[in-house]
Structure formats: C-alpha cells, structure tokens
C-alpha cells in the first residue's frame, strides 16, 4: 500500500489551504483514515479522522471550526480543507492508515507573513 500526499505550500495567515492524500494498495473506502502533523521540534499529532463512508469525522480541539476532512471513495483520495491557517499549524501533514504500516513523505504547510 501507499499514501502520497500533496497540496501543501506557504501561505499568509488567514488563508486557506486544501490537502490530497492519494491512496492505494489497499481498500480505501473500507478504512478509517487520519490526517496528522508534525512541527519542527515537536512530535506528531492527530488532527483529523473519518469514518470509511465519511459520515463520521473527529478533530483535535486546534484546529476544530477551521479545518475540514473529507474523502471520495471512488477516486480513494483523503482531503483536509485547511481555512483560516495561523503560524502555530506549520507543519509536515502527513495521512495515515491502520492497514499498511507505512507514512506517506508529507506534504509541508507553512503559514508566515
């Protein structure tokens, strides 16, 4: 399996942002499936996760109101819609499966003036 994720790029304060994570190699539409970050010198943490038919989504208390998971199971693609972007969300973005092993390269989000 495999998980390629793009979309990432600098962008001023108060902007917007949407993440793709192509998916493949396994069953996506069965899996439940997580977006994560990682600051400089911090570990990674959970942002976002959704339920395989995307009815059912969770977010971190930080970015809860601005950002946005989603999926389409016919094109198995993941998205995070990311609005009203601060400093503190600069990060690597990565996506992430239970059911393969490994992450995906990342995709970097740079919010600066």
């Known amino acids: 399996g495999r998980l390629v994720e793009s979309g990432g790029g600098l962008v001023q304060p108060g902007g917007s942002l949407r993440l793709s994570c192509a998916a493949s190699?396994?069953?996506?539409?069965?899996?439940v499936m997580w977006w994560y970050r990682q600051a400089p010198g911090k570990g990674r943490e959970e942002v976002a996760?959704?339920?395989?038919?995307?009815?059912?989504?969770f977010y971190a208390d930080s970015v809860k109101g601005r950002f946005t998971i989603s999926r389409d199971n016919d094109e198995n693609i993941l998205y995070l819609q990311m609005n009203n972007l601060k400093p503190e969300d600069t990060a690597v973005y990565y996506c992430?499966?239970?059911?393969?092993?490994?992450w995906g390269q990342g995709t970097q989000v740079t919010v600066s003036p």
């Open positions: 992430k499966t239970l059911l393969i092993p490994d």
């Open positions: 190699g396994f069953t996506f539409s069965s899996a």
């Open positions: 996760h959704i339920n395989s038919d995307g009815r059912v989504a």
